[in-house]
Nanobody
Framework: QVQLVESGGGLVQAGGSLRLSCAAS?????????MGWFRQAPGKEREFVTA????????YGADSVKGRFTISRDNAKNTVYLQMNSLKPEDTAVYYC?????????????????WGQGTQVTVSS
């Protein structure tokens, strides 16, 4: 198991930016772990945001965030990042970092075995 701790959430105006971080500990972080970000807004299902393979070679993002959000990772620091630009009120949610063991890119929550506690992002209009 990998332990994950998110940080960087907060309140921002529409059009602004935030960078979330997810620090990993426990099992070797870069040993074939796909890392993902999910979010859950009040009254809604948890949804996939974006993911990155263990070596950063492949990324994939939901249509709702393409061109605005960028995922990256620094395996030397055991950290994955989510750069969020041009934020919209509909991006307001609790954002979760997750880890899935394996070489292939994963986008389904059920494939991710380790989760952080979440960080709140609120975008005001």
């Amino acid at each position: 198991q990998v332990q994950l701790v998110e940080s960087g959430g907060g309140l921002v105006q529409a059009g602004g930016s935030l960078r979330l971080s997810c620090a990993a500990s426990g099992r070797t972080f870069n040993v074939y772990y796909t890392m993902g970000w999910f979010r859950q807004a009040p009254g809604k299902e948890r949804e996939f945001v974006t993911a990155i393979t263990w070596n950063g070679g492949s990324t994939y993002g939901a249509d709702s965030v393409k061109g605005r959000f960028t995922i990256s990772r620094d395996n030397a620091k055991n950290t994955v990042y989510l750069q969020m630009n041009s934020l919209k009120p509909e991006d307001t949610a609790v954002y979760y970092c997750a880890a899935a063991r394996g070489l292939n890119l994963r986008t389904t929550a059920a494939d991710f075995g380790s989760w952080g506690q979440g960080t709140q992002v609120t975008v005001s209009s």
